[in-house]
């Protein structure tokens, strides 16, 4: 899906605003001139939630809600409208095509959304959470069962959580439950991640040119044993912590380089290119496999990256097939840029936006 029409009303120092983007979209200006809150602003009517903030900081001031409109199209489909209102007493409503929906993942699935910014470029350095909600965003948007299955994974390891810190022994019917979840998890994410894993080292090798960087999914637990044995083994050391230690909610994507961890031996600079080379690899991967087009969200390139990773980044992104917003600070910067890829340019200044022909 690529996104015709964005209206934005209410989110931080932007005024009311209507864009109709193109495949590819230029936005430049001084920091604190609203770039990024229009990034933002995409990234929230796709996943419901900032990449900054809570949403309550990004409301307003003086304002009592913001709201998000958006017009998406397939080749194949008729267009469907998206909208979201965020109030400040954390009252939503979301809808698709004019029904209120229960849950933003009935939007999610119409707009990928993948994000590279400040934040995730640390993801090497973070705790495996970080890693695992980057796994978990392929797992979603290809095993449509996957979300029904977490769900139901977490509410069962929370009754077991619950009997562990009362020192009591979890039912036997809780851990049978709780072990079949957390197996039929790990096996969406293994599908996911042997295809993703591959077409990622490929990646790495051409955008970095580091042959010796492989990359691997640790479930959460050893695989040579079942889940519930493993609970059975440890109940000891579960009682003894309060909660369940081994499982699902514990995986991780190891990142390697000449068999140390990837973010003690790799410069900085290496270690973004290597966490864009993954996020970039990952939705190209998607892509292929739903063929549902994404959005690709990057926040201020030239800062994060050096001129030789730009123009391989442009290479990349001509040819991912998917619905890029790039934002850069330099006037001139963003010329070059939006000259490459045959963008749609925008300036922003104090909130507003105008298109440059």
């Known amino acids: 899906m690529a996104l015709d029409s964005l209206y934005i009303q209410g989110l931080r120092n932007l005024k009311p605003l209507e864009l109709n983007p193109a495949p590819f979209n230029i936005l430049y200006g001084y920091n604190g001139s609203g770039k990024t809150s ?11 939630r900032s990449f900054r903030a809570h949403h309550h900081h990004v409301i307003t001031q003086g304002e009592p809600h913001l709201i998000l409109r958006g017009v998406i199209h397939a080749t194949d489909a008729a267009p469907v409208k998206i909208a979201i209102q965020k109030a400040r007493n954390n009252q939503h409503v979301m809808k698709v095509a004019t029904q209120e929906v229960a849950s933003i993942a009935e939007i999610a699935r119409y707009l990928p959304v993948q994000a590279l910014h400040l934040l995730n470029y640390q993801v090497l350095q973070e705790s495996p959470e970080s890693r695992r909600k980057m796994m978990d965003w392929a797992v979603f948007h290809v095993e449509h069962s996957f979300l029904e299955q977490w769900r139901g994974f977490n509410h069962l390891l929370k009754q077991r959580n619950a009997a ?28 996911v991640c042997k295809g993703w894993l591959l077409n990622a080292e490929q ?17 959460g637990w050893q695989v040579e044993n079942t889940l519930a044995d493993v609970f059975n083994q440890n109940l000891g050391r579960d009682l003894a912590l ?68 730009q123009q391989q980044m442009m290479h990349v992104l001509s040819q991912l097939g998917m619905q890029v917003f790039l934002t850069c600070v330099e006037e001139d910067t963003a010329k070059a840029f ?16 105008r298109v440059i022909e």
């Open 164 to 191: 562990l810190r009362l020192q009591n022994h979890p039912q036997a019917l809780w851990e049978t439950q709780l072990a079949l979840a957390g197996e039929q998890i790990h096996l969406l994410r293994q599908r």
């Open 242 to 309: 309060g909660y369940t230690y081994n499982g699902p909610q514990r995986a991780d994507i190891q990142v390697k380089y000449q068999n140390r961890l990837a973010q003690h031996v790799l410069s900085q600079g290496q270690q973004k290119r290597l966490v864009a080379a993954l996020l970039l690899s990952q939705a190209q991967w998607v892509h292929q496999q739903t063929a549902v087009q994404g959005i690709l969200l990057i926040d201020d390139l030239p800062a994060e990256l050096d001129k030789s990773a």
């Open 203 to 219: 990646f790495v090798l051409s955008f970095l040119d580091l042959s010796e960087v492989k990359l691997s999914y640790y479930p």
């Open 338 to 353: 939006a000259e490459t890829l045959g963008a749609k340019l925008f300036h922003v200044e104090h909130g507003s936006v």
């Open 38 to 48: 229009i990034l933002e602003a995409i990234y929230m009517l796709a996943t419901g």
